[in-house]
Nanobody
Framework: QVQLVESGGGLVQAGGSLRLSCVASGRTFSTFDMAWFRQAPGKEREFVARVGWRENTPAYSDSVKGRFTISRDNAKSTLYLQMNSLKPEDTAVYYC????????????????WGQGTQVTVSS
């Protein structure tokens, strides 16, 4: 069993920044692929960014590439998402996700989800 707890969400003006954190517990964090997804009201959950445990090479959705940075600290069992140049369309609940194996952009491949943290960007 894996528990994921996100934090760092909030209200920010367009152009601002936030850093989300996700602390994992319960299993060996360093062998998980991890990702961030988000879900806006009335929309499906969508992929934001991922980072693998093996190659540690990040990947991003086109909508956030160049503005968001995903990183992980295995010693602290923590996943981060640095979000810069935020836009109103980034408003959503952001979810941390893990898989005991390869995790791509498909939410159906996720083994565990966090409870989510709200990010609201005002114009």
């Amino acid at each position: 069993q894996v528990q994921l707890v996100e934090s760092g969400g909030g209200l920010v003006q367009a152009g601002g920044s936030l850093r989300l954190s996700c602390v994992a517990s319960g299993r060996t964090f360093s062998t998980f692929d991890m990702a961030w997804f988000r879900q806006a009201p009335g929309k499906e959950r969508e992929f934001v960014a991922r980072v693998g445990w093996r190659e540690n090479t990040p990947a991003y959705s086109d909508s956030v590439k160049g503005r968001f940075t995903i990183s992980r600290d295995n010693a602290k069992s923590t996943l981060y998402l640095q979000m810069n140049s935020l836009k109103p369309e980034d408003t959503a609940v952001y979810y941390c996700a893990v898989r005991r194996g390869y995790l791509n952009s498909d939410p159906d491949r996720v083994d565990y989800w966090g409870q989510g943290t709200q990010v609201t960007v005002s114009s």
